[in-house]
């Protein structure tokens, strides 16, 4: 009987299967309506990035971009408070008013999902600067795609990190489209690892189909990136679906899209396992279906959980003691009321 871990690369796989059946329930949440907004990027096909997330430790920070769900629940994110936000709902972590590309939550070290590209980089910036400064040991890992490649606040935030030594990791998800352009079609070399480099960062690729050769990577950066010299890491992956949930993508053709998905992390993952003799089939089938009824119960949680209250519209958007602002029919009312006296 194979021991359950915490760490290791069943943990790795039993986390990916996870993320996989939290983004299938996502689509379905779009599909039956229950979506907060029309724009949702799923990461299926990117699953890899487990192996960085489970390089990072607790107090670490991160920010996360579009596609940041798999990231978030890497991290050690709640299922149904998450599915609660992308749905609109008053229990998620913002209480509906983030949705799937607005999360943040500081208790676990998330500083904000960014639907700007590249838009959260450079926050990471200023907590490696603090984490510096107090000698706390943390790091602080910016998650984008490669669309953020052709982003200048990038290339000012790596300069930063390598000239002031921050305990900093970029890592570009590179899943080879922009919405629908091709990477080759964007970026006049593609060699982005060499990129970070230039700016003195530790710079490397790892395969995206491979979650322990992305551990194996991420492990030394991370390392690396808490004695001050910070990292950037290319995970090379396929995007499974379009840009967004809508997004059939047809740009891309069928015999693209089968080959791409032959490099599917989580499928590598447990054909690697079953090799290694790490677990057997009857054991990873009972953490694939543990996974599906998870999910199934934080799609059915958000589903079922209530909408915020109107009256909470203005929470959390202005400073504390802040009168909040009069809704636009009562000042309508008022000026009509004020002409009828005159």
Same mark, same amino acid.
């Given at each position: 009987?194979?021991?359950?871990?915490?760490?290791?690369?069943?943990?790795?796989?039993?986390?990916?299967?996870?993320?996989?059946?939290?983004?299938?329930?996502?689509?379905?949440?779009?599909?039956?309506?229950?979506?907060?907004?029309?724009?949702?990027?799923?990461?299926?096909?990117?699953?890899?990035?487990?192996?960085?997330?489970?390089?990072?430790?607790?107090?670490?920070?991160?920010?996360?971009?579009?596609?940041?769900?798999?990231?978030?629940?890497?991290?050690?994110?709640?299922?149904?408070?998450?599915? =609660?936000?992308?749905?609109?709902?008053?229990?998620?972590?913002?209480?509906?008013?983030?949705?799937?590309?607005?999360?943040?939550?500081?208790?676990?070290?998330?500083?904000? =999902?960014?639907?700007?590209?590249?838009?959260?980089?450079?926050?990471?910036?200023?907590?490696?600067?603090?984490?510096?400064?107090?000698?706390?040991?943390?790091?602080?890992?910016?998650?984008?795609?490669?669309?953020?490649?052709?982003?200048?606040?990038?290339?000012?935030?790596?300069?930063?990190?390598?000239?002031?030594?921050?305990?900093?990791?970029?890592?570009?998800?590179?899943?080879?489209?922009?919405?629908?352009?091709?990477?080759?079609?964007?970026?006049?070399?593609?060699?982005?690892?060499?990129?970070?480099?230039?700016?003195?960062?530790?710079?490397?690729?790892?395969?995206?189909?491979?979650?322990?050769?992305?551990?194996?990577?991420?492990?030394?950066?991370?390392?690396?990136?808490?004695?001050?010299?910070?990292?950037?890491?290319?995970?090379?992956?396929?995007?499974?679906?379009?840009?967004?949930?809508?997004?059939?993508?047809?740009?891309?053709?069928?015999?693209?899209?089968?080959?791409?998905?032959?490099?599917?992390?989580?499928?590598?993952?447990?054909?690697?396992?079953?090799?290694?003799?790490?677990?057997?089939?009857?054991?990873?089938?009972?953490?694939?279906?543990?996974?599906?009824?998870?999910?199934?119960?934080?799609?059915?949680?958000?589903?079922?959980?209530?909408?915020?209250?109107?009256?909470?519209?203005?929470?959390?958007?202005?400073?504390?003691?802040?009168?909040?602002?009069?809704?636009?029919?009562?000042?309508?009312?008022?000026?009509?009321?004020?002409?009828?006296?005159?």
């Amino acid at each position: 009987m194979t021991v359950v871990s915490n760490t290791g690369p069943l943990a790795r796989y039993r986390m990916m299967r996870r993320i996989r059946s939290f983004e299938e329930r996502v689509g379905e949440l779009f599909l039956k309506g229950g979506s907060a907004g029309s724009m949702l990027h799923l990461s299926i096909g990117e699953e890899a990035v487990v192996g960085l997330t489970d390089a990072m430790r607790d107090g670490d920070s991160f920010t996360t971009h579009h596609r940041g769900h798999g990231v978030f629940l890497g991290r050690g994110a709640d299922p149904n408070r998450m599915m =609660a936000e992308i749905a609109g709902k008053q229990d998620g972590y913002c209480r509906g008013k983030g949705g799937s590309m607005h999360i943040a939550d500081r208790a676990l070290g998330h500083l904000g =999902a960014n639907a700007i590209v590249g838009g959260g980089i450079s926050h990471v910036i200023g907590a490696g600067l603090t984490y510096r400064n107090r000698g706390t040991g943390q790091i602080s890992v910016a998650f984008f795609g490669d669309g953020a490649m052709s982003q200048g606040i990038l290339y000012e935030s790596m300069n930063m990190a390598a000239l002031w030594q921050l305990p900093v990791i970029f890592c570009c998800i590179n899943n080879q489209y922009g919405m629908g352009t091709r990477v080759d079609r964007s970026a006049g070399s593609r060699d982005f690892p060499a990129r970070a480099a230039a700016f003195g960062l530790n710079a490397a690729r790892a395969d995206g189909a491979e979650v322990e050769t992305v551990h194996d990577t991420a492990r030394a950066m991370v390392s690396a990136a808490r004695e001050g010299r910070p990292g950037f890491l290319e995970i090379d992956a396929y995007r499974f679906f379009g840009h967004a949930r809508m997004d059939k993508s047809p740009y891309r053709t069928p015999e693209e899209e089968a080959e791409g998905r032959q490099r599917d992390p989580l499928a590598r993952a447990r054909a690697r396992l079953l090799a290694e003799g790490a677990a057997e089939a009857a054991e990873l089938d009972r953490i694939d279906a543990a996974a599906g009824t998870e999910m199934d119960g934080a799609l059915d949680h958000a589903l079922a959980a209530p909408a915020p209250a109107l009256s909470t519209m203005f929470q959390d958007v202005y400073a504390p003691g802040t009168p909040a602002p009069r809704p636009q029919a009562d000042r309508l009312r008022a000026v009509l009321a004020e002409e009828a006296r005159a």
